[in-house]
């Protein structure tokens, strides 16, 4: 008689479990590695240009240690980029900062075209970056694309201006909901009537996960106080 073949599946079965399981282990560190050291690369390829070839990390290395020796330098341009930012973060606090800065928006204010670009860059920044407006604080539930049809929003800011007046005047509280789309690549902005909202208790970050993952990891329950 012949033997069964099951030893030989159990074994085919335990390495396709541990390749599995190697996969969760080992993916997100892999990606997390690759997306960081590629944004650095993209980084060091805007910021290096700018900087005098006489002081490129490429030629401070063939000056020390000969003209063949050659080392792959990264993250020589996020570190301009860090100390530039902060000092300009630093001369903006102080009067003659913001005097030039104010003088180089009201230039800009002049180009029609450009102006329109720097104020929506500029309100974004500040939407996300200024610590005393904050943005996304709240995830609901809202009716889209069709009755019947849910998904995940994160309420921003109140509308203001024209949009509060022609929204005030259909008779209904309304609230900017942005709708993301998976993978959070784009999305949407939609003014919805506030009473149809669905508001959970889900934090941003654990919508913004379900979201990217298109339905896959959903957030843990919250235990019981």
Do not use: C
């Amino acid at each position: 008689m012949t033997e069964p073949l099951h030893p030989r599946r159990g074994f085919l079965a335990g390495l396709r479990a541990s390749f599995l399981t190697g996969l969760v282990v080992v993916l997100p560190v892999g990606l997390t590695i690759y997306v960081v050291w590629a944004v650095i690369g993209w980084i060091d390829g805007w910021i290096l240009p700018l900087i005098p070839s006489y002081y490129q990390p490429d030629a401070i290395i063939r000056r020390w240690f000969g003209p063949d020796y050659e080392f792959p330098v990264r993250g020589v341009g996020v570190l301009v980029f860090l100390v530039f930012t902060i000092f300009m973060g630093w001369v903006a606090k102080g009067l003659i900062g913001r005097s030039l800065i104010r003088r180089g928006e009201d230039l800009v204010d002049r180009m029609p075209v450009v102006r329109s670009i720097y104020g929506a860059i500029k309100q974004v920044a500040e939407t996300f970056f200024n610590k005393k407006e904050q943005s996304f604080d709240k995830v609901v539930l809202v009716e889209f694309p069709r009755a019947g049809s849910w998904a995940l929003g994160f309420v921003s800011t109140r509308p203001k201006g024209e949009l509060a007046e022609r929204l005030a005047a259909m008779g209904a509280e309304m609230s900017a909901v942005f709708v993301g789309l998976t993978p959070f690549t784009s999305g949407m902005l939609l003014f919805v009537p506030t009473r149809d909202l669905v508001e959970l208790d889900m934090g941003v970050d654990d919508a913004a996960k379900l979201i990217v993952s298109g339905g896959l990891v959903y957030p843990l329950p919250k235990e019981p106080r």
